[in-house]
């Protein structure tokens, strides 16, 4: 009994397997036991490795994202920006101020070619944002109590945060731009311009809400009342004739100091400013993980050791295209350091006095932020080269009519169309060329970001180093050199550019010719490409 119904249940388990025959399920020959198929990748299987799945319904978060990164900058540079503009007028005793913005960007030299890579592969970009933002505070900070021993330190701490902090929000603003272009199908190079022309669209009304404030706290003060220098001995001394060496601008009454109680009102909101901006980022803003970084990171095979990450940015400076755009990016930190410290001293402060610096740094915000959105957007259209042979010309032409102008306080209005005429040459020169950067070198952007920032940076040390030991005259001709040996450099980058594009379209039309060609490592393919699928949800 027992034996006829073991063999029945053979007989049956036997039919139910021919009945119900299941391929994937085969017992083991040698245990007996059931092996299973492996099982199909899930959500987690992809993400380590590399896939990031997102629908086309995440464009609307990524363009939230871009706004709150440029609305943090806003926010930050309002308080760096209304500070730095006013360094060389209302510290300008031995120097101090121009000497403590020198050593913001002497330490942001060193932090570009050390800091960036380094911190921002052991934080990720939005935490290396909020420290980085951060180190800005000491120095708003120290305007309580002005000295060389507690501006220049300070100066050194934003040298060291800043670098990380622009190549985070470069690399940001970079690789939001590819998923972007990947969601909406559209070109890459034309979408990430225009992120860059809506942030520095963002960031560069930061000089109409700086300098406000502290136009806004001076007219209201004590400067308020008081009528401006304009003897003609003065008058003579401003322009390209103005000069710190032999102290004769000592003798300008609109040169003078403000009281201290409102330089401590203007430094106490800004402080407040970069507390704001820091928050911004904080709760805001997505961590880069959703498109990519971690998964990234997570790749042993993409996984830089300790002394390649420091070393990354020294690299870079390998590659030809780097190279050619050393003289552009030195001249763009030279132009922004003339109006911000030069122009501002030997015309504005000159000329008009201390309380005017706000009122003609609004006009060159303003517009350079409107001519930011404009040409971040025109590019699509008629191309970088066409745009930045405008900005070129019309930086030349600004020198020149600087080097014959002479500053007079009854014609107002001249000072302000020249530094809105300037910020329409810096709005070209930021999105152009920062685009640029993101184009030509995608692969490597924390290190090219860092190249950017620290080619810049130089730009700015050169100015501030020569600032007290030159004339205004000779500035403007150092600066018209520097000009058009960058802009032959860019020309050259142009002329590389579109031949490789040629030759790379021959040799896909050609496969025996693609097949003879050496592999070659493209800086404008970002691997971050190949890890996003599209979903259509």
């Known amino acids: 009994m027992t034996a006829t ?47 990031v799945k997102l629908s086309r319904n995440e464009k609307w978060r990524i363009l939230k994202n871009v706004a709150a990164v440029s609305a943090a900058f806003m926010v930050q540079f309002t308080a760096f920006q209304g500070t730095a503009n006013l360094q060389s007028s209302i510290n300008a ?26 911190l921002i592969k052991r934080l990720t970009v ?40 622009w190549t985070s929000k470069a690399t940001y603003l970079t690789q939001a731009g590819s998923v972007y272009a990947k969601l909406t199908d559209q070109a890459v190079d034309g979408i990430i311009v225009r992120f860059f022309g809506f942030f520095f669209l963002a960031w560069q009304t930061a000089e109409l809400w700086g300098n406000l404030i502290s136009s806004l706290v001076f007219s209201s003060g004590v400067h308020g009342g008081k009528a401006a220098d304009n003897t003609s001995n003065t008058l003579l001394s401003c322009g390209a004739n103005f000069c710190m060496v032999g102290g004769g601008h000592r003798d300008n009454h609109n040169l003078h100091r403000p009281p201290d109680s409102e330089i401590y009102e203007i430094s106490a909101i800004y402080l407040a400013c970069v507390a704001v901006a820091v928050l911004m980022v904080a ?33 870079q400076l390998k590659k030809p295209n780097q190279q050619l755009l050393i003289p552009i990016t030195l001249w763009i930190g030279m132009e922004q350091a003339f109006i911000g410290a030069d122009y501002t001293q030997a015309y504005v402060s ?34 970088r ?38 910020g329409v040459g810096d709005a070209v020169w930021q999105t152009q060329i920062n685009g640029l950067y993101g184009v030509l070198f995608r ?66 039309e050609d496969p025996v010719a693609a097949a003879a060609q050496p592999p070659e490592e493209d800086d404008e393919q970002d691997d971050i490409d190949n890890d996003i699928i599209i979903t259509y949800l």
């Open 283 to 315: 709760f805001l803003v997505d961590p880069l993980s959703r498109y990519g970084e971690k998964q990234r990171k997570a790749d042993p095979s993409k996984e830089l050791t300790g002394i390649q990450l420091l070393s990354a940015t020294a690299y």
């Open 93 to 118: 005793a031995d120097g101090l101020g121009t000497v403590s913005l020198s050593s913001i960007y002497a330490a942001l030299v060193v932090s570009c070619i050390f800091v960036p890579t380094f």
């Open 443 to 508: 692969r490597n952007k924390e290190a090219a970001f860092s190249n950017y920032r620290l080619w810049e940076s130089v730009g700015f040390v050169v100015a501030y180093a020569y600032s007290t030991h030159l004339c205004a005259r000779m500035k403007l001709y150092v600066m018209m050199v520097v000009l058009l040996i960058g802009f032959v450099g860019y020309g050259i980058v142009e002329i590389l550019h579109k031949r490789k594009a040629l030759r790379l379209k021959a040799v896909a």
């Open 385 to 422: 080269f066409p745009i930045l042979v405008m900005g070129a010309a019309l930086h030349l032409g600004l020198i020149v009519w600087l080097l014959i102008w002479r500053p007079n306080p009854e014609s107002p209005t001249v000072f302000f169309v020249i530094s809105g005429l300037w």
């Open 350 to 383: 000159c000329a008009l006095g201390i309380r005017s610096i706000g009122y003609v740094m609004i006009c060159f915000g303003v517009v350079n932020a409107l001519c930011s959105l404009l040409f971040g957007s025109a590019m699509k259209y008629i191309g």
């Open 126 to 165: 939005k935490w290396t944002l909020c420290l980085s933002m951060l180190c800005y505070a000491p120095y708003i900070g120290a305007q309580f109590y002005p000295a060389f021993y507690t501006l220049v330190p300070a100066g050194v701490v934003v040298g060291l945060g800043a670098a990380p902090m």
């Open 5 to 51: 119904q073991h063999g029945g249940g053979r007989e049956e388990r036997t039919e139910r397997e021919a009945g119900y025959r299941n391929d994937a399920y085969q017992p083991d020959r040698d245990t007996g036991d059931i092996v299973k198929p492996p099982p199909l990748p899930s959500d987690e299987d992809a993400y380590a490795s590399g896939k």
